[in-house]
């Protein structure tokens, strides 16, 4: 079992930058692939970007591809989530959650979700 811990959220300006930081604990994280979701208030929680579980590969939700980046460090059991060029409808609660099906955005696939981390970007 993998236990995840989000940060790195915070308010920010259209146009900023924030990176999002996913810790974990448990013998088993660098077995998983990870991803990273997003809820906004009223909203599904949506797929945001998956990395493999060798960091070699990854995927993204049309609308952050090429303005967010996801990254993982098996070494020191973390993942990030890089985002540049923020939009007021980037805010949202931001999840981490593991997965041993890569390739899927759905969130029933993903487990071992953390507790969030809230990112508010002002227009």
């Known amino acids: 079992q993998v236990q995840l811990v989000e940060s790195g959220g915070g308010l920010v300006q259209a146009g900023g930058s924030l990176r999002l930081s996913c810790a974990a604990s448990?013998?088993?994280?660098?077995?998983?692939?990870m991803g990273w979701f997003r809820q906004a208030p009223g909203k599904e929680r949506d797929f945001v970007a998956a990395i493999s579980w060798r960091g070699d590969s990854t995927y993204y939700q049309d609308s952050v591809k090429g303005r967010f980046t996801i990254s993982r460090d098996n070494a020191k059991n973390m993942v990030y989530l890089q985002m540049n060029s923020l939009k007021p409808e980037d805010t949202a609660v931001y999840y981490c959650?593991?997965?041993?099906?890569?390739?899927?955005?759905?969130?029933?696939?993903?487990?071992?979700w953390g507790q969030g981390t809230q990112v508010t970007v002002s227009s």
């Open positions: 959650a593991g997965t041993n099906r890569y390739g899927s955005t759905w969130s029933n696939d993903f487990g071992s």
């Open positions: 448990g013998r088993f994280f660098s077995t998983y692939a």
